[in-house]
């Protein structure tokens, strides 16, 4: 009798201890659930309230690129600021003259400026590109002196560069072209990007940089800078103060001359020129978005190192300024003796073969007196674009980034193509 009490007690402890285990048991399972869910909740926000912003600046994209204009639009000088110790780089900031909004850009784009410049017969043309983010009301851009070829130190100086330094002050109005361009950061991805500038190509990507802390987030930056040493060395202050206040940016200055007074780690990071050496030491995968501008040699470098390294070509994006000396080098001879097909400038009412000595129609047309306009003769800025009346062109390894239409070519980055009928 006494062992079949003892055994119900010791039955009834364990059936109390299994539902007490079963409730402590369900009542965990329960707060798991609710914290996962809270946390899917959470992720769902998040996920939610990044898909709104991207809309919305899609949206405000929209509007502000409706505001765009065609043709040249007048603005005022309101501000001038030297960007470096030997003072070579100088920005302007641009108000538009009407007050009235203007577009925004996508980072990474320029401007085309139609100046009167004092002694040029004829207006002149050149792209710089926007040095900030966009701004309501505000475009910059940030030019550099350009002294005459080194080894052509008798030629003139640059005509715009040194225009703009010497006489463009506060209150100059200026002729402006909308901002363009492909050579751009898509600002819609999370993308990890390395920003490359050499020398004053360090523009474009600036602009980028700005953006990128101007969005917020934690979007992964590295960027690295070239430039010869703390003289030329350019925004310097805005550059060390986005360094400290960004951890998600990684600024790195290489000097590729430094002076005997420069200090590693102080006024630079790298003794040396920008590398795919130094992104192999200083990056942990190749898996960036790689966009550069800089000076020709360090970009044809930089890009077959790339490649080289397995970087996709569709990973490099690469702006040009185009050829920086050898504008204006005289003029090429006629060969009349040439045999190509024959090209037919409508308004000139000329007809003359085509030498294949020329590089491109537009130097072809100006060596026979039917002058295209230019400006980057790189097929960023659709200045010499013509209209082809008959005929086929062909590009070659020149394809330029600008779009042209149906019916118009690039002057300056193609041949012809069999005979061709122009609107020149
Ligand atoms: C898309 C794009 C964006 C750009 N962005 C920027 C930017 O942000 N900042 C910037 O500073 N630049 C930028 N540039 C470059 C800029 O457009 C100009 O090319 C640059 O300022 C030089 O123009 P310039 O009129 O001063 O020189 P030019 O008058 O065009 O002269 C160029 C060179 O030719 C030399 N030269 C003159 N006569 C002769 C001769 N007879 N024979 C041989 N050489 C001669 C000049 O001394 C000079 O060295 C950009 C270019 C492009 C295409
Ligand atoms: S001159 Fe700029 S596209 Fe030809």
Same mark, same amino acid.
């Given at each position: ?23 402590? +048991? ?10 996962? %869910? ?9 996920? *939610? ?45 641009? =108000? ?26 004829? #207006? ?43 006489? &463009? ?33 360090? #523009?474009? &990507? ?8 101007? *969005? ?20 310097? %202050? ?20 430094? +002076? %005997?007074?420069?200090? =590693? ?16 030491? *200083? ?16 970009? %044809? ?42 090209? #037919? ?5 000329? #007809? ?73």
């Amino acid at each position: 009798m006494a062992f079949l009490a003892q055994s119900s007690w010791i039955l009834g402890v364990f059936v109390m201890l299994g539902l007490m285990t079963s409730t402590l +048991l369900f009542v965990i399972d329960s707060f798991r659930r609710s914290r996962n %869910e809270r946390e899917i909740h959470e992720l769902e926000t998040q996920r *939610m309230r990044i898909a709104v912003q991207k809309a919305r600046e899609k949206h405000e994209q929209s509007i502000s690129k409706s505001l765009s204009w065609s043709g040249n639009r007048k603005f005022e000088v309101v501000r001038r600021e030297i960007e470096s110790p030997d003072e070579q780089i100088c920005s302007f900031y641009l =108000e538009a003259h009407d007050h009235r909004p203007i577009p925004g850009f996508e980072p990474g784009q320029f401007l085309t400026f139609e100046l009167k410049v004092p002694g040029e017969t004829s #207006t002149v043309t050149r792209c710089y590109s926007l040095s900030d983010a966009s701004d309501e009301k505000l475009y910059r851009v940030s030019i550099k002196r350009v002294p005459a070829p080194r080894d052509f130190p008798e030629a003139a100086p640059g005509v715009s560069s040194n225009f703009f330094h010497d006489n &463009v002050d506060v209150g100059h109005i200026l002729d402006v072209r909308a901002p363009s361009g492909k050579f751009f950061l898509d600002t819609t991805s999370d993308r990890p990007i390395v920003l490359i500038g050499g020398g004053v190509g360090i #523009t474009p &990507v600036l602009s980028m940089l700005n953006t990128v802390t101007a *969005m917020g987030g934690n979007r992964e930056v590295w960027f690295f800078y070239g430039t010869i040493d703390s003289n030329s060395h350019a925004m310097r %202050e805005h550059l060390e103060t986005v360094k400290a206040s960004h951890s998600n940016v990684k600024v790195v200055v290489c000097y590729s001359r430094p +002076l %005997e007074t420069d200090q =590693e780690g102080v006024d630079y990071d790298v003794n040396g020129r920008v590398s795919v050496e130094l992104f192999k030491q *200083m990056l942990p995968s190749n898996n960036y978005q790689f966009l550069m501008c800089g000076p020709p040699p360090m970009m %044809e470098t930089v890009i077959e190192d790339l490649e080289n390294w397995g970087v996709p070509d569709a990973d490099i994006l690469r702006e040009s300024f185009g050829p920086a000396s050898g504008r204006k080098a005289p003029v090429m001879q006629v060969n009349e003796n040439a045999e190509g097909p024959e090209i #037919t400038f409508k308004r000139a009412g000329k #007809t003359v073969n085509w030498d294949p000595a020329f590089e491109s129609i537009v130097k072809f047309a100006e060596a026979n007196g039917c002058d295209i306009p230019y400006a980057c003769l790189a097929g960023n800025c659709g200045t010499c674009l013509t209209t082809l009346i008959d005929g086929k062109v062909s590009y070659g390894d020149n394809q330029p980034d600008y779009d042209a239409e149906e019916g118009t070519f690039l002057a300056c980055s193609c041949v012809p193509d069999g005979a061709i009928y122009i609107d020149v």
